[in-house]
């Protein structure tokens, strides 16, 4: 198995456009929840992609649930973000989420598209 079959894991994303203009209120808020309902798994992270589906930062769901309404998900999200790529073995993306302690970890294409 590759890292390609950790697709599954991915979690709920915001355009960076979204995230640049708007701030945190119950729509995004309720977003998560219809999602981890609909899906039946957790969400532990909220990624923020750019144009081409970049991946370009991350914010813990705890953070957005913290966050008040007039914080601008940009302002709170992370840039340094740890991933592996789709042809990786299923072994190495598990010593990636061992070594730094990850409960998931994106799977990005080529200039880091998701």
């Known amino acids: 198995m590759t890292a390609r079959a950790w697709n599954a894991q991915l979690e709920w994303y915001i355009h960076e456009k979204i995230a640049r203009e708007a701030g945190v209120d119950a ?3 309720e ?4 999602h981890t309902e609909t ?9 923020v992609l750019g144009p081409g589906e970049k991946l370009v930062g991350a914010v813990p769901v705890t953070d957005l649930l913290l966050a ?7 302002s709170i999200q992370t840039e340094t973000i740890r991933t592996v790529r789709p042809e990786e073995d299923q072994e190495e993306v598990a010593k990636v989420m061992a ?14 598209g998701f």
């Not at 899906?39 to 990624?47: F, L």
């Not at 070594?99 to 880091?112: A, H, I, S």
């Open 68 to 74: 008040g309404r007039s914080v601008q998900v940009a």
């Open 99 to 112: 070594k730094y302690d990850l409960n998931v970890v994106p799977v990005v294409g080529d200039e880091g």
């Open 39 to 47: 899906a039946n798994e957790t969400v532990y992270n909220v990624y």
């Open 31 to 34: 977003a998560i929840r219809a």
């Open 27 to 29: 729509a995004a808020i």
